[in-house]
């Protein structure tokens, strides 16, 4: 059907119909029914289940089942899952699963939660996925088809891809910049076909609509009340906040109605109207909102050639059969995202970015340890015998912080937007998980070698009081590729023995811990072939062994230089000393004890670089007009520097050389407010110790901050950059961010999220950040990069205040940045795969000694399991679902025998495979690779079979059919999908630039 490009003056005019007025109307208003709950933002998941979500799935269920023509629409599976696991009856659960059966109850999105979309990860975005979709999949045989993230603060371009690879048939967003938006309507562009991936292209676009202006709420519809917290009222009855639908009272909705679809009407191509009834915490009395509305839609649909249009209730899958019965040829939009998300000129959405930055550390830590416990795991489960291990235990650990991961993904959790008693929630959930996936992971050392005691703790210190064995430590490398790096162990003692698995000496160099002035810190050279174990004994040394022929450690001396004025106003530059590796020659201004530049020696180019800690002042004000928050980024002005005074150390050694700087808010303090710690390592030239050398690792010190402060680091080059930034989607895929002039709110309105890279480029070079948490970043002049790393602000808004609202956080963060220089083809190779070095570095498990030990004694070795250096292992697991790949069999299943209690398959393994690579951005990695699954794996037992699955796991490729969508490019380039796919099942693979692959291998019993 051709666009209707004349409905908004059909519409305005009233002349739905021409003379002799057809039977049907032109427009069908879709009224979808939801309830937005937020899975922690103001209440706990365990207050919110009590207030109101429990009275949701209960009535929703009672009034559906009443009466046929009812939908409703679920979305977060934390607290679905809660309900039906602890709450629903049996009685409950049959009419749940037949109006399911019959599409009255339809699951969207699917995940546990409804994920941020700026600052998460996508690998996080995707177990988040996983688990919901293998719940929904498991208990009923669904998979969600439709998306409906409505209420995260701008759009990414990675979740249009990560939804069609789960296989959607379309997505709905809502939250874009405001002024976007009304173009968009005014355009009738609201709708459009989505190609989130500028190398896959048309392979995985994905049909996209955004909600209108009126968002996910519907205003004036309510009838059921405000939740009441902590629990139901006495009385059973809520506060109503809506007259009841009467003879009297109808008109004055029907009024409110009309004017709301025929102007949503107007906005959109096709006479297909989504009406989305409901809002956050609504149904919790659905008996009250069902009959209501029965009332209003019986009246419109009994006189439509009055109103213009018919009403019917549907789920997201009823209108989106609609719209695509249609035909329309839509427009294409490309890879680009709608971030950063402003609600309107003065409320720029971009503080989030930093908002409680030490739980974005903490959600990311957990995330990196549960990547490496899951495949500790599965290598050890495959691998029998495990006398001390009960597999089923060690699931349980896993699906601890699996859920706590993914609960942390939603959209008030990680972004920091949320009451203080609800992070509170989150950093216990992540913590309680964390502690059981190290405890699993020690039973798996004590499994591999039982011989020796276990300590439980991953804690990487070691004391003079375990003498005389001293500890093992085991060290774990959870990536697919042979990693060269330093461990940092801390110990009580300068003089120490350090060994391998062999009983031969390791390089190593100790020196006084920065943070602990009592301490030392150990730095060990290793290298780790992939998913497998390196063993060091660590021993004090004792004056007995002052002979012996084994080398201490070099125990490295600091060099200190004195305070340094920032308002010194002599010269500066003509004092520089170097600090040299390999790859880098990093110049100190001795006059400022900043950094002043650095040489990139294999393209013997040198780059002028300072670094500054700078402050926004936060207009905190309610009074005084629009302020910031937990959400908006509001600054009264230019960014000031921080400190008065700079103190520098170096401490040289043959493995790290270390720069310390301390910055101090006033000349006369005793404390820094914020440090800088630079290391260069000294490694190996060969191509393992590549990405060693080509980095210069920084660990900053921040806070605690005065009041109505937001802390940044600034780097200054003298790189011609043209004000263009590239920051990245999710850790997926990077964006152009070019500076834009508003009237209102520039600075704020420029800053973006780094998940966990940007970067600033010229013609010659390119200076690349990687972040191991998410932060804001901007570049607000020619050759500078800001990243906004915290926040505290005390606002003195009524409503926030009594929400517990605030962002007065004290805490002192301990951030962690890499930086890489060096020209594009460098960089370009280098970038992807280092910061997967720093996402997933090398675990560390330190076990007492309960006996001396005879050299050379070890656990047995297993075979590594290694990738081609293009592609990267995304997920090695055992998930544990219960159900069978065969979908037909499933469903037999769930019809046959519901009380049955399957067994977990140990044996079916999801596997995950990424291409790091853009399609053109290196000459040789970006071409495809062809992987045997069955050769690279055999490290983890005999491969019995390989199918291909959806990103959740949930479809068979092979059954998977999304729907085809018609466009206006007349090219429609369709990526990669002309090459050929491999046989079925079959162990050979090749996979393309920037795709994600998805398998279930079957290992053989053993």
């Known amino acids: 059907m051709e666009p209707r490009g004349w409905l908004p003056l059909l519409l305005q005019l009233g002349l739905m ?159 874009i910049d405001y002024d976007l938006k009304e173009a968009m309507q005014d355009n009738q562009e609201l709708q459009f076909m989505w190609r989130g991936s500028r190398s896959l292209s048309a392979q995985q676009e994905i049909f996209t609509h955004v909600l209108d202006q009126f968002g996910y709420c519907s205003e004036g519809f309510n009838w059921d009340g405000e939740a009441i917290f902590p629990g139901t009222p006495l009385n059973g009855m809520y506060l109503q906040v809506q007259i009841p639908v009467t003879e009297d009272s109808i008109p004055n909705f029907t009024r409110l109605l009309l004017n709301n679809v025929l102007t949503r009407a107007s906005w959109f191509r096709t006479p297909h109207v989504l009406w989305p009834w409901g809002c956050d915490r609504e149904f919790l009395n659905a008996s009250l909102q069902f009959p209501n509305m029965d009332i209003i839609m019986e009246h419109v649909n009994n006189n439509t050639s009055e109103f213009n249009f018919s009403m019917e209730y549907a789920t997201l899958g009823d209108y989106f059969r609609a719209v695509h019965s249609d035909q329309v040829a839509w427009q294409v939009r490309g890879h680009h995202d709608f971030l950063p998300y402003s609600s309107d000129m003065h409320h720029a959405w971009t503080g989030f970015y930093a908002s409680r930055s030490g739980l974005k550390a903490l959600a990311r830590r957990a995330s990196t340890l549960l990547y490496a416990g899951e495949s500790m795991f599965t290598r050890h489960v495959l691998l029998a015998p495990h006398p001390n291990l009960d597999p089923a235990w060690g699931l349980q650990q896993l699906q601890q912080l699996r859920w706590a991961v993914s609960e942390v993904q939603h959209h008030d959790a990680i972004t920091g937007t949320h009451a203080l008693k609800v992070g509170d929630m989150f950093v216990e959930h992540l913590s309680s998980g964390m502690q059981g996936v190290q405890t699993l992971m020690a039973s798996i050392i004590q499994d591999r070698s039982p011989a020796h005691s276990v300590g439980r703790s991953r804690a990487c210190s070691l004391s003079a009081g375990s003498e005389p064995g001293g500890r093992f430590a085991v060290v774990y490398n959870p990536l697919a590729w042979t990693v060269t790096t330093i461990i940092t162990l801390t110990v009580d003692f300068p003089s120490v023995s350090i060994t391998d698995e062999s009983g031969r000496p390791v390089p190593a160099q100790v020196q006084r811990s920065k ?18 174990y390196r063993h060091y004994s660590i021993r004090p040394r004792r004056s007995s062994q002052e002979d012996t022929e084994e080398p201490e450690p070099f125990v490295a001396k600091t060099t200190w230089f004195g305070r340094r004025l920032r308002r010194h106003g002599g010269r500066v530059g003509g004092n520089l000393v170097p600090v040299v590796n ?125 009041l109505d402060r937001e802390a940044i680091l600034r780097t200054s080059t ?16 990077m964006q152009r961010r070019p500076y834009r002039n508003y009237t209102n709110n520039t600075n704020a309105r420029n800053y973006y999220p780094m998940v966990q890279s940007a970067f600033i480029q010229d013609r010659r070079s390119r200076l690349v950040l990687l972040s191991e948490q998410a932060h804001g970043v901007s570049s607000q002049g020619n050759g500078q990069v800001e990243v906004l790393l915290h926040r505290r602000l005390v606002n003195n808004d009524p409503a926030k205040i009594f929400a517990d609202l605030i962002l007065n956080d004290t805490s002192v963060i301990h951030p962690v940045v890499w930086l890489l220089l060096g020209p594009r083809n460098l960089t370009s190779g280098l970038r992807q795969r280092s910061g997967l070095a720093l996402q997933h570095r090398p675990v560390v498990m330190l076990r007492e000694m309960s006996e001396i030990a005879p050299r050379g004694s070890g656990s047995r070795q297993q075979e590594a399991v290694t990738l081609p250096p293009s592609v990267h292992l995304q997920i090695l697991s055992i998930p544990g679902w219960k159900y069978s790949s065969n979908h037909t069999e499933h469903l037999r299943t769930l019809r046959k025998d519901r009380k049955h209690k399957a067994k977990a398959d140990l044996r079916r393994v999801l596997l995950r495979l990424q291409h790091l690579y853009e399609v053109d951005q290196d000459p040789v990695l970006s071409q495809p690779v062809t992987v045997n699954l069955q050769s690279v794996l055999r490290g983890l037992g005999s491969v019995v079979s390989v199918e291909e699955r959806s990103l959740t796991g949930t479809w068979n490729v092979s059954e998977m059919h999304r729907w085809t969508w018609s466009t206006q490019d007349l090219h429609h380039h369709r990526g990669n999908s002309s090459q050929p796919p491999p046989p079925p099942g079959g162990p050979e693979v090749t996979i393309y630039p920037k795709e994600i692959r998805t398998f279930f291998i079957h290992f053989q019993e053993q």
């Open 582 to 706: 390999d790859c880098y020659i990093v110049f100190l201004d001795l006059d400022t004890n900043l950094m002043h530049s650095v040489w990139e020696r294999r393209s013997n180019q040198k780059v002028h670089m300072t670094q500054r800690f700078m402050e926004y002042h936060a207009i905190t004000d309610f009074s005084k007009g629009p302020f910031a928050d937990n959400y908006v980024f509001r600054p009264s002005g230019r960014a000031e520097p921080a400190w008065e005074a700079v103190r520098m150390g170096i401490v040289a050694g043959p493995l790290v050389t270390e720069i310390r700087q301390d910055f101090y808010r006033e000349v006369n303090d005793r404390e820094p407010t914020f440090a800088i710690y630079s290391r260069l390592a000294h490694g190996p030239q060969s191509s393992d110790g590549e990405l060693l050398c080509h980095r210069i690792e920084q660990e900053y010190r921040v806070g605690p901050l005065e």
């Open 17 to 175: 119909w021409p003379l002799g007025a057809p039977s049907e109307p032109r427009l069908r208003v879709f009224v979808v029914p939801h309830s937005h709950m937020d899975v922690g933002w103001l209440h706990t998941v365990q207050e919110s289940m009590q207030a109101y979500v429990t009275n949701v799935y209960n009535s929703v269920v009672e009034e559906l089942t009443l009466e046929k023509k009812r939908r409703f629409i679920a979305v977060e599976q934390e607290y679905f899952r809660l309900w039906w696991d602890g709450v629903a009856s049996d009685r409950q659960k049959g009419q749940v699963r037949q109006l399911v059966a019959e599409g009255r109850l339809e699951f969207v999105l699917g995940g546990q939660v409804m994920h941020d979309e700026a600052v998460t990860h996508f690998d996080d975005q995707i177990l988040q996925l996983t688990e919901g979709h293998g719940f929904l999949y498991e208990t009923f045989g669904v998979r969600p088809q439709f998306s409906w993230q409505v209420d995260p603060f701008g759009a990414s371009a990675t979740t249009p891809t990560l939804f069609a690879l789960a296989g959607f048939n379309a997505h709905i967003i809502s939250r």
């Open 515 to 532: 943070e602990m002035p009592s301490a030392y810190d150990l730095h060990v050279l290793t290298t780790i072939p992939g998913l497998s």
């Open 718 to 733: 003298d790189l011609n950059t043209g004000w263009v930034l590239y920051s990245d989607n999710n850790g997926y895929q």
